[in-house]
């Protein structure tokens, strides 16, 4: 999330490992670029013992372009779209909080 914390570790899920039941937490540390809309992330996924102790980390890095609503309107006008919609979720919801994934549907009729 733009915004959010940067820098720092932040435990973004615990679940159970689907094979051995046992805790993975994951984490993720950010970084963002304003100027060029780049978030880099790098994802640390913890497996865990019954008793919680760190028993294998894994992690992998990441960097992702945010595009907003009205940039994204601009470049499918200009790419030939004449027809989009924007959703806030892959069921077509509106898009209406920053929380939401911005999914958009094109046609060039």
Known sequence: IIGGTEGMPVLEAEVKHP???????IYD???LNRV??????????????????????HTSE??????FKY??????????FQRWQICGDFARRP???EKDLMVVFAWRD
């Open 36 to 57: 060029e809309q780049v978030q880099h992330s790098i994802i640390e996924i913890q497996e865990l013992d019954a008793g919680g102790l760190v028993t294998a980390v």
């Open 19 to 25: 094979v051995t039941g046992l805790p993975v937490r």
């Open 29 to 31: 540390t950010r970084s």
């Open 71 to 80: 940039e994204m309107e601009l470049l499918l006008r200009i790419a030939g």
């Open 62 to 67: 990441t960097s992702m372009r945010w595009t």
């Open 95 to 97: 898009l209406t909080s």
